[in-house]
T-cell receptor
Framework: DSGVTQTPKHLITATGQRVTLRCSPR?????VYWYQQSLDQGLQFLIQ???????AKGNILERFSAQQFPDLHSELNLSSLELGDSALYFC????????????FGQGTRLTVV | DQQVKQNSPSLSVQEGRISILNCDYT??????FLWYKKYPAEGPTFLIS?????DKNEDGRFTVFLNKSAKHLSLHIVPSQPGDSAVYFC????????????FGTGTRLTVIP
């Protein structure tokens, strides 16, 4: 158990819908990262938050947004969903801002039908 | 553009023998490299890392070799055990304190008892 909790584990939704993925970081970790893993692809960096502020952005679509709340949990919002958004979404957390020290959650598998 | 590549999607090895997983990268600015192991329904777990100033790092049964001139790294597992069966991801960052990792697509290792 990495200490990073993601909910839900699985999500099935229709095209055009909006979903919210939730991540609770390890106790004391200030940074949260979101990654997307599409079928047969490596993990792709989406976005990082540090202590409530956006720190870095990767290949995140405009239809996607994220935020980190005062209690340091984070949510990834995916809207106007398309079939191609079906993927595993991983959250990771680290004590400060270094991804190389991060622990990953078990992921949320999103299926868009 | 995939900057980190794992060209072997799968590898099967007999228990007790050596497993060698390979990874190539294209960006000469990468400074730090990591290997992660992933079991089904779990997130990636950090396994071992190496800085670009080294060419080898060992941790028990796991050794990572880095060949900067060839932009190639490999993970050796000796001896391989059935519990090592998992997907292994190679990842690279531009510096040790970076906020983004570039992942390969993974190699599924099966260790046959």
């Amino acid at each position: 158990d990495s200490g990073v909790t993601q909910t839900p584990k699985h999500l099935i939704t229709a095209t055009g819908q909006r979903v919210t993925l939730r991540c609770s970081p390890r106790s004391g970790d200030l940074s949260v990262y979101w990654y997307q893993q599409s079928l047969d692809q490596g993990l792709q960096f989406l976005i990082q938050y540090y202590n409530g502020e956006e720190r870095a952005k990767g290949n995140i679509l405009e239809r996607f947004s994220a935020q980190q709340f005062p209690d340091l949990h984070s949510e990834l919002n995916l809207s106007s969903l398309e079939l191609g958004d079906s993927a595993l979404y991983f959250c990771a957390s680290s004590p400060q801002g270094a991804i190389t020290e991060a622990f990953f959650g078990q992921g949320t598998r999103l299926t868009v039908v | 553009d995939q900057q980190v590549k794992q060209n072997s999607p799968s590898l099967s090895v007999q228990e007790g023998r050596i497993s060698i997983l390979n990874c190539d990268y294209t960006n000469s600015m990468f400074d730090y490299f990591l290997w992660y192991k992933k079991y089904p329904a779990e997130g990636p777990t950090f396994l071992i890392s190496i800085s670009s100033i080294k060419d080898k790092n060992e941790d028990g049964r796991f050794t990572v070799f880095l060949n900067k001139s060839a932009k190639h790294l490999s993970l050796h597992i000796v001896p391989s055990q059935p519990g090592d069966s998992a997907v292994y991801f190679c990842a690279a960052s531009l510096q040790t304190g970076a906020n983004n990792l570039f992942f390969g697509t993974g190699t599924r290792l099966t260790v046959i008892p």
